[in-house]
Structure formats: C-alpha cells, structure tokens
C-alpha cells in the first residue's frame, strides 16, 4: 500500500492505494494519524477509490484508526468506496460504524 496526504478546508485526505492487507500498512497509517492528531489534525477522510482490495486486516487497520481519532475527539469518514469495499463494510456490519459518502468533497462538507 502507498499512502498519500493532503489537506481541503482543514480536513485531512488520506489517499491509500493498492491493497491494505496488514504488516507494514498497519503501522504506516496508524503513524500518519498519530503525526496529524499531534498536529492538532483530527478531521480526518480516507479516500478509498485507489484501493483494490483490503483484508480483515485492513478492515482492522480502518477501525484502529478509526478508534485512535474518536478517543482524541476526532472523526475519521470514508469516501468512495469502491464496491468491493462496501461488501466487506455490510457483511461485517462495520457499514453501521463508519460514515461513507460518494466523493471527498462530500465527506469535506459533512464536517461543517
């Protein structure tokens, strides 16, 4: 997995692509958040649109993150979710957890 940041209207993208499926990804994203919280960065959207594939690990790596923002009183959504994700999301009931739009944009907006 190669992952990718930038910033729109104080909101933090982070741009994963490839495949997350564990290992170095786990540590790699979970870093990335932790530097963006102590930057004081606790708006966070993942763009999954360049994610091919993504595991119970990778599933555990967005919970983690997930997780890791809400108990500094941050938010971490989803945008563009590619089909194939959005399975995983229903089937492990983690749709009811996460809050996904059709585009960053989108997801920028809903923190206002």
């Known amino acids: 997995m190669?992952?990718?940041d930038r910033e729109?209207?104080?909101v933090v993208i982070?741009?994963?692509k490839g495949k997350i499926m564990g290992g170095p990804d786990a540590?790699?994203?979970h870093d990335k958040l932790y530097e963006f919280i102590?930057?004081?960065?606790?708006r966070v959207v993942i763009d999954l649109s360049q994610v091919d594939w993504m595991n119970s690990t990778g599933l555990g790596i967005l919970i983690s993150g997930y997780t890791t923002l809400?108990?500094?009183d941050g938010?971490?959504?989803?945008?563009?979710?590619t089909d194939k994700i959005q399975s995983l999301l229903t089937i492990t009931k983690l749709?009811?957890?996460f809050e996904a739009y059709e585009s960053v944009d989108e997801a920028v907006r809903s923190f206002k």
């Open 14 to 16: 982070l741009e994963p």
């Open 70 to 72: 809400r108990n500094t």
């Open 95 to 97: 749709v009811t957890v």
């Open 38 to 42: 102590e930057q004081n960065k606790k």
């Open 8 to 10: 729109q209207d104080g």
């Open 75 to 81: 938010e971490l959504k989803l945008a563009n979710v």
């Open 2 to 4: 190669r992952l990718s």
């Open 27 to 29: 540590s790699l994203l």
